[in-house]
C-alpha cells in the first residue's frame, strides 16, 4: 500500500486489542504521527448490520459480509487514509477471519477465498496471552458473543497459531507479541520497537 503504514491489531477475544490500538495511536501521535484508528467491523451502515446481526448471522454468510465490510473498509476508509500520509490501525483485519469464521465452521481455504485480494498491511500485530488469564477477563464480561460463548480461549488460541503460520506461508509481515507480565504501556513500548525496525528497512 502506498503513502503512510497500515498496522493491524490481532489476538483473542480480551487480549486487548483496543486498549492497545488507542495507546499506540497516543504514542505515536506524542510523536508528531497522523493517525487514523479503525476498526472491523467497520464504523459504517454494513459493519454496524454485521454486528447488530451477531447472533444470527454465521458461517459463510457471516465470512462474506465481514469480506465484503473489510473490501469497503479498504477502498473508502484505509487507502485514502493511507494516500494522505496517515498511520492506519484496524482492531481486526484477515488473521481474525482466519479463526473467528473457522470457530463458525469454514475452512482456512475458504476464508482465504474470500480475503485473497485485500491490501496485505504494514505489519500486523498478533497479541497472545495465557488462555487463564483470557478466560478471566472474558469472565468479568456483563455478556458474551456468540462467537465468544461458542468458543474457549484455549481454541482461539490455537486457531490464531494456525492462521499466523498461514499467513506468514503467503509472505505477510506479522509481529508475535507475548503480552504476559507487560502492562500496557509496555505492549505499545514493544510494538514501537517493531515499527522503528521496519521503518528502518
Ligand atoms: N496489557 C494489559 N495488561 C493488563 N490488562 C490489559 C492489558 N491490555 C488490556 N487489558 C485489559 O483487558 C481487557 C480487555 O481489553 P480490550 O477490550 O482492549 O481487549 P480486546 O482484545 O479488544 O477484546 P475484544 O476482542 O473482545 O474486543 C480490558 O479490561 C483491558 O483494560
Ligand atoms: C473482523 C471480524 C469480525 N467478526 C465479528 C465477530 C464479532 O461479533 C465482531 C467483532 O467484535 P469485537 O468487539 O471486535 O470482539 O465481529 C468476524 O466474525 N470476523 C471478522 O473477521
Not at 447488530?52 to 457471516?62: I, V
Request: aromatic content about 6%.
Amino acid at each position: 500500500m502506498s503513502g503512510g503504514l497500515f498496522l493491524v491489531m490481532e489476538g483473542p477475544n480480551g487480549v486487548g486489542k483496543t486498549t492497545t490500538a488507542t495507546r499506540l495511536a497516543e504514542r505515536l501521535r506524542e510523536r508528531g504521527r497522523s493517525v487514523h484508528v479503525t476498526s472491523e467491523p467497520s464504523n459504517t451502515p454494513l459493519g454496524r448490520l454485521i454486528r447488530a446481526s451477531e447472533s444470527t448471522l454465521s458461517g459463510r454468510a457471516l465470512a462474506l459480509a465481514v469480506a465484503a465490510d473489510r473490501y469497503k473498509h479498504i477502498t473508502d476508509e484505509i487507502q485514502p487514509a493511507l494516500d494522505a500520509g496517515q498511520v492506519v490501525i484496524s482492531d481486526r483485519y484477515v488473521q481474525s477471519s482466519l479463526v473467528l469464521q473457522r470457530l463458525d465452521g469454514l475452512s482456512l481455504q475458504e476464508i482465504w477465498q474470500y480475503n485473497a485480494q485485500v491490501s496485505p498491511p504494514s505489519l500486523s500485530f498478533y497479541l497472545h496471552h495465557t488462555h487463564e488469564v483470557l478466560q478471566r477477563r472474558l469472565n468479568h464480561r456483563p455478556r458474551l458473543s456468540r462467537l465468544e460463548h461458542d468458543g474457549s480461549p484455549q481454541q482461539e488460541l490455537a486457531l490464531y497459531e494456525d492462521a499466523f503460520h498461514f499467513l506468514r506461508e503467503r509472505g505477510w509481515h506479522q509481529a508475535r507479541i507475548d503480552c504476559q507480565d507487560l502492562d500496557p504501556n509496555d505492549v505499545v513500548t514493544t510494538l514501537l520497537h517493531h515499527l522503528e525496525h521496519i521503518e528502518r528497512a
